[in-house]
């Protein structure tokens, strides 16, 4: 097989409900679908959530890197196993830093993807190859509470509740003092003794002035604080973690295999936020948590903010094939609905079960994705004759 035609779409659908983080108040989503045409063997498909802040790529590099590096090197090699996909992936990667690039693990993730799902739609891949086994069938899910009203909080609470199963909930908090200790009372009440409660800063404070919001906030029991200082001070994490006594999970700081090996060796962390389209995809993704693993720490398994069911099929299909699972972070369908109209299923976390995703493999093109059509094309290639 080789990929004869390369299309990518712009998939930025708006959301009922904002989703306003110390990095930004975002809108809509704001993805890379790809779909790789192989002629009579089918197609698959692929998604980069880019993300400025965290692995420095946007829309418009993601779509450069795949005219300029990707498709060169997709439309010359054809590939039959996983372990053909390992390689030109590596290749993928190798053309990227020949062309300057050193932003492209978003753009890298969309790559496996789609040639994944490619081999699984022709029956090259079994999901036994790409996790031997299935160590759970329900997932415990972590849900963030973003800045919003009060009131917004209050109204919205139980739904989530009850449609995401006694989540984990991530409070993210801000620069001022009092604010954040509300929104933790409130946060605590609504949760109940039982609640788990963690924080996530974004790196956004100096480490005197994290251990100050940490203190004002510690009689309300949080167990975790996420990314409290900035991504490249892994020195600073290490420290953190020491003094704070809360566990400490890292966002920011992990992006490759060569983060994962430096916090690994300073132990600067608890846990791993690994997000496929974060990480370079799912194969690159499965190494960090496999290095995790060894080391005993914990893998949450991330989501970006607005990101697609491409990229949650895929994530929930890692959650459930690593040992060492913290929780699954979730939750973008919710910024997609309605949330009074909703009509919160029991327990879905435990129900939803292998007839969505067969065998764990990733999910078909979702149902959102209607609107995309050649007003959504951003770029079409073919080999050049």
């Known amino acids: 097989m080789i990929v004869q035609r390369i299309q990518c779409y712009h998939y930025n659908e708006a959301f009922k409900i904002p989703f306003h983080s110390p990095q930004v108040n975002r809108l809509r989503a704001d993805s890379v679908i790809v779909h790789l045409d192989c002629g009579s063997h089918g197609g698959g498909w692929g998604e980069s959530a880019p993300r400025p802040y965290v692995t420095g790529e946007s829309v418009a590099s993601v779509l450069a890197l795949w005219e300029h590096a990707f498709a060169p090197v997709l439309f010359a090699n054809p590939f039959e196993t996983l372990e053909d996909v390992e390689k030109l992936l590596a290749q993928l990667e190798v053309a990227s830093q020949d062309r300057g690039h050193r932003a492209y693990h978003s753009a890298l993730g969309a790559a496996d993807l789609a040639l994944i799902d490619v081999l699984r739609r022709v029956g090259h891949l079994k999901a036994q190859q790409l996790f031997p086994r299935n160590y759970r069938q329900a997932l415990r899910y972590s849900v963030s509470v973003p800045f919003v009203d009060h009131a917004v909080v209050e109204k919205f609470f139980p739904i989530l509740q009850a449609r995401f199963d006694k989540p984990v909930f991530k409070l993210l908090l801000g620069t001022d003092s009092e604010v954040n200790y509300r929104r933790m009372e409130q946060l605590r009440r609504l949760a109940g003794t039982a609640g788990e409660i963690r924080l996530e800063l974004n790196g956004k404070l100096t480490r005197a002035q994290v251990l100050k919001e940490v203190d004002r906030v510690r009689p309300f029991r949080p167990v975790a604080i996420e990314q409290p200082l ?8 290490r420290q953190f973690r020491q003094e704070s006594g809360l566990a400490v ?3 920011e700081s992990l ?18 936020n690994i997000k496929i389209s974060k990480c370079g995809g799912l194969l690159r ?3 960090i948590a496999q290095m995790a693993a060894q080391a005993g720490v914990e893998c949450h398994i991330g989501t970006h903010v607005g990101e697609s069911e491409l990229l949650g099929a895929a994530g929930r299909q890692l959650a459930r094939g690593i040992p060492n699972f913290d929780c699954y972070g979730g939750g973008s369908q919710v910024l997609f609905s309605r949330m009074p109209e909703m009509t919160p299923p029991a327990r879905v976390p435990h129900r939803e ?4 995703e067969p065998n764990g493999a990733q999910a078909a093109p979702p149902s959102e994705w209607a ?15």
């Open 230 to 237: 900035p991504a490249n001070d892994i020195q600073g994490l």
């Open 249 to 251: 999970i890292v966002d």
């Open 255 to 272: 992006v490759s295999l060569a983060d994962a090996e430096a916090l690994l060796a300073q132990e600067a962390c608890d846990i791993f």
């Open 285 to 287: 993704s499965r190494a």
């Open 353 to 356: 079960a292998a007839a969505e």
């Open 371 to 385: 609107s995309l059509g050649r007003s959504a094309l951003r770029l079409e290639l073919r080999p050049s004759k």
